[in-house]
Nanobody, 130 residues
Framework: QVHLVQSGGVSVQPGGSQQLTCRVSGYTYKTYSMGWLRQAPGKEREGVAFIDNKGLTTYSDSAKGRFTVSQDNAENILYLYLQMNNLKPEDTAMYYC??????????????????????WGNGTLVTISA
């Protein structure tokens, strides 16, 4: 059974940095993409950053230059990270990690943000406020 567990909620001041973590267990596919998506209050879910099993990445325009997605694999556990720098109040949102089999990072990015992942994490609330 696949489980995605995310790190806890955080509150950060504008201009600050934060790393999000997603731990993926029970996943056996060798070809996959993982991603971070977010949903701000009153807004639709949107893709933020994606990475595939080959390490190829793609970012939303708002994330480019500020966020870095990365992954690690240790003892059949996948780890997905999102390093967020120069955070802005508009980055406040619930952040979700997800994983989908058999697609590249770009293909994952282009899938429906609500249904495009096979498995989802529990969400991490990120609040950017002074």
């Amino acid at each position: 059974q696949v489980h995605l567990v995310q790190s806890g909620g955080v509150s950060v001041q504008p201009g600050g940095s934060q790393q999000l973590t997603c731990r993926v267990s029970g996943y056996t596919y060798k070809t996959y993409s993982m991603g971070w998506l977010r949903q701000a209050p009153g807004k639709e879910r949107e893709g933020v950053a994606f990475i595939d099993n080959k390490g190829l990445t793609t970012y939303s325009d708002s994330a480019k230059g500020r966020f870095t997605v990365s992954q690690d694999n240790a003892e059949n556990i996948l780890y997905l990270y999102l390093q967020m720098n120069n955070l802005k109040p508009e980055d406040t949102a619930m952040y979700y990690c997800g994983i989908v089999a058999g697609v590249t990072a770009i293909q994952a990015r282009d899938r429906d943000p609500d249904y495009g992942m096979d498995h989802w994490g529990n969400g991490t609330l990120v609040t950017i406020s002074a």
